[in-house]
């Protein structure tokens, strides 16, 4: 087992689990793994250059390669700033499909282990705790109902100016917990040794102050 702290945070989209993972790790001083951005800078970058995120090889040839760079919370690719454009709707959905691709997952493999780092890291996704890092010493799975989440990515859109369905969210929101569930490689599913910490009635930084608390109690076994 690395001496290097891991805390992995996984859960479905609009759990909460972005938010809480980053103040986490800025108050364990921990880097921090956004590992769905992979995913999304891929999807960006097949659609950039043309190639059909059916094209399993091809996806996990740029995968394997992605010219990506995070710093001070902004995303860049080969040299462009992408933080907002790895958000936009249709990269969230070609980045669920591209996520269902074996190649594409064992292209960003080592790449995301390479973030284990001291003094520890804090790595957010769907896999964090089951295939990318299964020793880490504290695993965590936020959860909340598809309709709270839902509202929540409502509030996220209106507040930025969108219109929004709030029904439609709830849809959507069901389906891509299907897709992610039910797929082939690495389902969304809980570590066997994961926290379970359910966020549908539960405040940001009270989900922020159980994780910091779980692992204090881990470290101290
Ligand atoms: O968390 P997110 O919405 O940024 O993730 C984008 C997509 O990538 C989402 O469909 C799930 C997928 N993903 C994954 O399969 N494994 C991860 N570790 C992180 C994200």
Known sequence: MSAIPVITIDGPSASGKGTVAERVARAMGFHFL?????????????????????DE?????????L??????????LAGEDVTDAIRAEAVGEGASKVAALPAVRAALL??????????????DGRDMGTVIFPDAGTKVFLTASAEARAERRYKQLIEKGNSASLSALVA???????RDTARAVAPLRPAPDALLLDTTHLGIEAAVQAVLKYHRKRQGN
């Not at 090889?57 to 390669?65: D, F, T, W």
């Not at 010219?67 to 860049?76: E, L, Q, S």
């Not at 080592?110 to 790595?123: F, H, K, S, T």
């Open 172 to 178: 959507d929101m069901q389906a891509r917990d299907a």
């Open 34 to 54: 956004d590992s769905g951005a992979l995913y999304r800078l891929t999807a960006l970058s097949a659609m950039k250059s043309g190639v059909a995120f059916t």
């Open 110 to 123: 080592e790449r995301q282990r390479a973030y284990r780092q001291l003094p520890g890291l804090v790595a």
């Open 67 to 76: 010219p990506a760079r995070f710093d001070a919370g902004r995303v860049w």
């Open 57 to 65: 090889a091809a996806v996990a040839n740029l995968a394997a390669a």
